[in-house]
């Protein structure tokens, strides 16, 4: 059931923006990045931003809490992590599939009630609670380029063959290198205030095993990667199943029969 | 042997491992006593010469391709683990699965990650680990591969030799009694503390008091919650062609537990004469909406923000006090103690977890070293 009422405004300005910037990178039908497109999305971004910002104030603590404010943080992760590859790494494509899966984010978020929760429980608490949903969350960002570098390489027949294929490949090598290097951070973070909040740095919990099995696929990968043969197709699909892993525990895990119960579970 | 069937290879390797862990630990449930060692002895011998069969060797136990297999091997079965219900009776499994509960048992499904098998492929990664470390002369390298053997090797410590408990103080009554936990499962026997502990004071802080309006469906036999939202901000509801409006929620809120918290609702459906306005009180039981197919429910939400214990530890005429709170452990002695829970009404407790764990810097220190090894590496390549 979706309550309009309960969404700022911020949010139905985001969701606007990356719809519309998501149209306009599909249309443009271009290699280099659509200009328009980007401003859409820059200012999508940007009302994402302020949507995070005003709720945090007014809840006094950081809206990370519930399923419906981590799919709003994911949406600014996936778009942030773009603008700053574009930066940092000259990412030339991307925009629209940032687009596409930040719009997707907030429209699953919008079903979600609850989006004024602001009950912190003990548990959570901690310092080290905005860290490690930071670490996690830039991370799956940096990880969904991956994916979609990897998905790419693989619906375009012949791309071995092409003068880009290289590039693409170390584009994705290295949105793979960051996205690790964050959710090995996010881990080991998750483990030190595990410790401390339920006494167990490790309680074999759903959540936890997912987020094992995810670290477990990509570290397959970094495994693979300089082996001979491993580096076109076989990179390209460990990199479309690790984010597939990473989706599973995002949202999957909650539907698992064994979620009761468990330690980590979205309201 | 070509390149591109190297991982398929070491897959072979690491499911020979598997067989043998699994017949070792099939055969401590059969045989007992010291003949186990010997069979056990055998089977690591049959499988150490199946593997020399194959043509495997020592060395193929420090390639990319077999850390690459053992992961993802080792992420089918955690796989496995979450799908199912972990840790019950055997009889739990026979009747939830039927004729393919017996291979599941078999197969330790029913307790995957404290299995044996398990246990023997983690303690192989880690002797993958140190291997590999000591192969390639650069740091960052080493410093990643010796910080997560360092894990495991804390996990293997604290497994050994870690004490995990929970304790329910009662008020002014001193306790000495640990109910042990072991593999997951609480009451796995009791363990007397060199100390005792005294629950001196408890504390709970709520958050201030804050309606919520519950909405219910009828799906069948049963209604299903569709619906949780704050009146004060959701003034409307969609039920199939039928709406509510919030028309007024009384906020005087009181913060233990908002008694006297009422909402005006308006019922609007299309074809009815007038719109049906009715009051609901807070914290009754949900009211059956017009048709039979919603129910409704008014409730005040004030959950703990924070709770504490003020607990007292004696030993011999020594008294020392603490006050331990949710994400602040206390250490006395060697062990440290965890708020966890508590009880109300007629019995009121405090859950105090108790730990004892050698294992927990050895992995802290891995975590560390594995974290300033991959930061390291990215530094020497930008560099």
Redesign the interface.
Known sequence: ?I?W??HSVFFFVALGGYAISGLVYLLSQRQVPSRSGEWILALALAANTAQIVSAWIRLGQPPFQTLYQSLVFFAWAVAGVYFSARLLVALRRGGGAAAVCAFGALVFALVK??P?AG?????L??PWFVPHVLAYFIGYGALFFSFTLGLTFLASPGMRRRAGAGELLSLMDKTI?FGF?LI??GL?IG??WA??????????D?KE??A??TW??Y??YL??R?????QGRSAAWLAVAGFL?VLFTYLG?NY???IAGALHAYQ | MSDSRKPFNALKLVLLEFLVLWGVETLHRVVAGPLWVLTALIACAAGIYAARGLGFRLGDLLTPEYGAALFVFLSLWIAAGTLVVQGREPAFYLSRYGVWARPMLALSLDHVFFAGWFRGLLALLGVSLVGVSFRRPSWPFRMIHLGVALVLMGGLISDLGGVRGYMKLKPNRQQDMLILQRQGRMGAGHLRLPFSLTLKEFRVERYPARPQLRLFQRRGERFVRVSSVDPRRVRRLNMGECALEVLEVDQRISRDGGRGLTATLRLICPGASDAKTFRLAADSRPVLLPGGSYALELRTLSPPREYASRLAFQQNEAVREAWVRVNHPVRFQRYRFFQSGYGGGNDPFSGITVKRDPGFPVVAAGLILFLAGLLAGLLRRRS
């Open positions: 059931m309550h009422q309960a009630a609850d004024n009950m912190l429980p003990p548990a608490r901690s290198r290097l090995s951070i080991a483990l030190l410790e401390t909040a339920w006494a167990a740095y490790w309680s074999w759903p095993n997912w094992l099995v477990l696929v570290l397959a495994h693979l300089n082996r001979p043969r491993w892993a895990v698992l029969p064994t």
